[in-house]
C-alpha cells in the first residue's frame, strides 16, 4: 500500500528546501495533491493528513468523486487541470474552485456564460503551450497579450496566472523560466507549474502552484 501521508511529508519538507535554497517564502508555494484515477478513499487519506487542495483533470471524474468529500470536509479546495470542453464550462464552473486550463477565447466565452448563469467565478489560469506542442492545448506565447486583454476586458474574466506542461523529456527549465516572465509582464501572480519529476526546478522559477500526484500517490496505473 502507498503510504500517501509519508509520502506528502517527503514532498512537504522537498518544496520548503527548494523554496528557501530560490529565496522565497515556503507558504508562497501551494501543493496541489493530484488525485485523478485515484479513488476518493485516497483523497480522504491525505486530506487527514493535512492536504487540503486536490487537483482533477476530468470534469465528470471530479463530478463523481467530490460532492461527498466536499460534504464531509467543507474547506476542501479543487482545481481542474485539464483539457475542458465548451459545453462543461457550466459544470467545471460549478465543480471547481480554480480552472488551469483556459486555452483559447471560444473557451473564455463559455466560461463567462457559466459564470454569469451560476454565479460561481472560479480564478483561472491562461495555459500556455512552452514547448510549441501541436499535440497539446495551450497559447502559444506570442498570442498571450491579446488573449489576455479580451479576457479581461470582452469576458470579465477573474484571470489569475499562467500554466504550462514541458514537453516530456525536455529540459523543463526553459519552459517554466518563459512562463514566469509572461506572467511578470502582465503583472499575474499565480504560475501553476512543476508536476512530481520537476517540482522543485518549478519552484526555483517562481511556481506558485505545483501540481504533484504519483510522488503522493503512487504511480498511476
Ligand atoms: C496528471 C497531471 C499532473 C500530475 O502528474 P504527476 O507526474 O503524477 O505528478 C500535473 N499536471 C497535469 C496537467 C496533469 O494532468
Same mark, same amino acid.
Given at each position: 500500500?502507498?503510504?500517501?501521508?509519508?509520502?506528502?511529508?517527503?514532498?512537504?519538507?522537498?518544496?520548503?528546501?527548494?523554496?528557501?535554497?530560490?529565496?522565497?517564502?515556503?507558504?508562497?508555494?501551494?501543493?496541489?495533491?493530484?488525485?485523478?484515477?485515484?479513488?476518493?478513499?485516497?483523497?480522504?487519506?491525505?486530506?487527514?493528513?493535512?492536504?487540503?487542495?486536490?487537483?482533477?483533470?476530468?470534469?465528470?471524474?471530479?463530478?463523481?468523486?467530490?460532492?461527498?468529500?466536499?460534504?464531509?470536509?467543507?474547506?476542501?479546495?479543487?482545481?481542474?487541470?485539464?483539457?475542458?470542453?465548451?459545453?462543461?464550462?457550466?459544470?467545471?464552473?460549478?465543480?471547481?474552485?480554480?480552472?488551469?486550463?483556459?486555452?483559447?477565447?471560444?473557451?473564455?466565452?463559455?466560461? $463567462?456564460? @457559466?459564470? #454569469?448563469? %451560476?454565479?460561481? /467565478?472560479? =480564478?483561472?489560469? +491562461?495555459?500556455?503551450?512552452?514547448?510549441?506542442?501541436?499535440?497539446?492545448?495551450?497559447?502559444?506565447?506570442?498570442?498571450?497579450?491579446?488573449?489576455?486583454?479580451?479576457?479581461?476586458?470582452?469576458?470579465?474574466?477573474?484571470?489569475?496566472?499562467?500554466?504550462?506542461?514541458?514537453?516530456?523529456?525536455?529540459?523543463?527549465?526553459?519552459?517554466?523560466?518563459?512562463?514566469?516572465?509572461?506572467?511578470?509582464?502582465?503583472?499575474?501572480?499565480?504560475?501553476?507549474?512543476?508536476?512530481?519529476?520537476?517540482?522543485?526546478? $518549478?519552484? @526555483?522559477? #517562481?511556481? %506558485?502552484?505545483? /501540481?504533484? =500526484?504519483?510522488? +503522493?500517490?503512487?504511480?498511476?496505473?
Amino acid at each position: 500500500m502507498t503510504d500517501i501521508a509519508g509520502n506528502l511529508e517527503r514532498v512537504r519538507a522537498a518544496i520548503e528546501r527548494a523554496a528557501i535554497k530560490a529565496g522565497r517564502d515556503p507558504r508562497s508555494v501551494a501543493l496541489m495533491a493530484v488525485s485523478k484515477t485515484y479513488p476518493a478513499a485516497d483523497v480522504s487519506t491525505a486530506f487527514a493528513a493535512g492536504q487540503a487542495l486536490f487537483g482533477e483533470n476530468r470534469v465528470q471524474e471530479a463530478q463523481k468523486k467530490f460532492p461527498a468529500l466536499r460534504a464531509a470536509h467543507p474547506n476542501l479546495k479543487l482545481h481542474l487541470i485539464g483539457p475542458l470542453q465548451t459545453n462543461k464550462a457550466v459544470d467545471a464552473v460549478s465543480t471547481f474552485d480554480a480552472i488551469h486550463s483556459l486555452d483559447r477565447p471560444k473557451l473564455m466565452q463559455s466560461l $463567462a456564460d @457559466a459564470m #454569469g448563469k %451560476t454565479g460561481k /467565478r472560479p =480564478g483561472c489560469f +491562461i495555459q500556455i503551450n512552452t514547448g510549441r506542442e501541436p499535440q497539446k492545448a495551450g497559447l502559444a506565447p506570442e498570442d498571450l497579450d491579446s488573449a489576455l486583454a479580451r479576457a479581461k476586458e470582452e469576458f470579465k474574466l477573474p484571470i489569475v496566472g499562467l500554466m504550462c506542461i514541458p514537453p516530456v523529456g525536455a529540459d523543463p527549465a526553459p519552459h517554466f523560466e518563459l512562463l514566469c516572465k509572461l506572467a511578470r509582464r502582465n503583472a499575474l501572480p499565480c504560475l501553476s507549474m512543476g508536476m512530481s519529476h520537476d517540482y522543485e526546478i $518549478a519552484i @526555483a522559477h #517562481g511556481a %506558485t502552484h505545483v /501540481r504533484v =500526484g504519483s510522488a +503522493i500517490f503512487g504511480s498511476r496505473a
